[in-house]
T-cell receptor
């Protein structure tokens, strides 16, 4: 596609439910990143994929968070047993590679846990 | 560790005023430095970047110079417009991997 696409754009879920957030990177981009933007914490790195592998998962806040990438393309971020503190905007970005190339961001998924 | 510190906002300016948003960083090695902008209702966009010391990034009238001696990358614009109202994020890139470490963001509001 023309840009990084994320779905859904908005998600409201009840505390304790599981949610899946999807990211479609720009075609041909091998590097994919997930970030979280929240009022109290700013923009935080969550996880990095190179192809289908995740060499850096250091930003995942707990074992309730997981992510996968298939076919070197689409990525899914899963949050299990959601908590109110998980409410945030989840951003996905992709780039041609991990070096000094520009990262392009999607519009994000706004997650609200009620 | 690696971190980025930005001046706190919000910053309110009149149109045609001079803008400076301060950014300092702490990093191991020699990171690349970036300014991203988030316009209301839109996603993050790269505004400018610099990949080594003394490089100057520029775009849309904005400039920032990579100062290794002061570990700074301050954003400047000589004459702001109402359309520049947005949140500005300073960031550094960590290799290998390329993850970005962001500052807290500075909200800029330009009044006519």
């Amino acid at each position: 596609g023309a840009g990084v696409s994320q779905s859904p754009s908005n998600k409201v879920t009840e505390k304790g439910k599981d949610v899946e957030l999807r990211c479609d990177p720009i075609s041909g981009h091998t590097a994919l990143y997930w970030y979280r933007q929240s009022l109290g914490q700013g923009l935080e790195f969550l996880i990095y994929f190179q192809g289908n592998s995740a060499p850096d998962k250091s930003g995942l806040p707990s074992d309730r968070f997981s992510a996968e990438r298939t076919g070197g393309s689409v990525s899914t971020l899963t949050i299990q047993r959601t908590q109110q503190e998980d409410s945030a905007v989840y951003l996905c970005a992709s780039s041609l590679g991990p070096g000094n190339t520009e990262a392009f961001f999607g519009q994000g998924t706004r997650l609200t846990v009620v | 560790g690696n971190s980025v510190t930005q001046m706190e906002g919000p910053v309110t300016l009149s149109e045609e005023a001079f803008l400076t948003i301060n950014c300092t960083y702490t990093a191991t090695g020699y990171p690349s430095l970036f300014w991203y902008v988030q316009y209301p209702g839109e996603g993050l966009q790269l505004l400018l970047k610099a990949t080594k010391a003394d490089d100057k990034g520029s775009n849309k009238g904005f400039e920032a110079t990579y100062r290794k001696e002061t570990t700074s990358f301050h954003l400047e614009k000589g004459s702001v417009q109402v359309s520049d109202s947005a949140v500005y994020f300073c960031a550094l890139k960590i290799l290998p991997g390329g993850k970005l470490i962001f500052g807290q963001g500075t909200e800029l509001s330009v009044k006519p």
